[in-house]
Antibody, heavy 119, light 109 residues
Framework: QVHLVQSGAEVKKPGASVQLSCKAS????????LHWVRQAPGQRLEWMGW????????KYSERFQGRLTITRDASASTVYMELSGLNSEDTAVYFC????????????WGQGTAVTVSS | DIVLTQSPESLAVSLGERATINCQSS????????????LSWYQQKPGQPPKLLIY???TRESGVPDRFSGSGSGTDFTLTISSLQAEDVAVYYC?????FGQGTKVEVK
């Protein structure tokens, strides 16, 4: 069975950085790209960026350029997301998701990780 | 950047009745080389991640009940729940490439 399992909730102070992980299982890790999508309270889903799990090439939303780093460890079937310079607007649930390029959809999602930024 | 606009923002439907959600895109989702519309629909219940319901505008993901159907082409799309069940109460999102609609909340009247 295909799963994406994310790391646990985080509480951070303004200006800090947070690193989240997402471990894939049940499929060949390098067959699909992995994305990070976040959802602030009561807001729509917001795409942040993705990593090509074969080449390690990344693409980020312009909104997060300079603050966001996505990396992957193919040997561990795990993707990491680091967001720096946190502020209260970064308080959100962060999801990793697998993109199905053939469908143009996100067909598998992690359970989500709550990040709270508070002084 | 693609902008997806859903309507209505919320709707209340009686159990067993039809629910219809619209999604309008600022760019065509139809790609000529494949002749497919790359528009997907998701269901999200409180405290859960989104769940893929439909891709290619009308193809149901495996295991999705057939009361869910998608239609449309180009820039205008519709998700229809033919007979609303209690377990269908959720927020529904459309998605094209890296863009998501703002969501439509479906409740029982």
């Amino acid at each position: 069975q295909v799963h994406l399992v994310q790391s646990g909730a985080e509480v951070k102070k303004p200006g800090a950085s947070v690193q989240l992980s997402c471990k894939a299982s049940g499929y060949n890790f390098i067959d699909y790209a992995l994305h990070w999508v976040r959802q602030a309270p009561g807001q729509r889903l917001e795409w942040m960026g993705w990593v090509n799990t074969v080449s390690d090439v990344t693409k980020y939303s312009e909104r997060f350029q300079g603050r966001l780093t996505i990396t992957r460890d193919a040997s561990a079937s795990t993707v990491y997301m680091e967001l720096s310079g946190l502020n209260s607007e970064d308080t959100a649930v962060y999801f990793c998701s697998r993109s199905n390029g053939r469908q143009g959809s996100f067909d598998v999602w992690g359970q989500g990780t709550a990040v709270t930024v508070s002084s | 950047d693609i902008v997806l606009t859903q309507s209505p923002e919320s709707l209340a439907v009686s159990l067993g009745e039809r629910a219809t959600i619209n999604c309008q895109s600022s760019q065509s989702a139809l790609y000529g080389s494949s002749n497919k519309n790359y528009l997907s629909w998701y269901q999200q219940k409180p405290g859960q991640p989104p769940k893929l319901l439909i891709y290619w505008a009308y193809t149901r993901e495996s295991g999705v009940p057939d009361r869910f159907s998608g239609s449309g082409s180009g820039t205008d799309f519709t998700l229809t729940i033919s007979s609303l069940q209690a377990e269908d109460v959720a927020v529904y999102y459309c998605q094209q490439e890296e863009a998501f609609g703002q969501g439509t909340k479906v409740e029982v009247k």
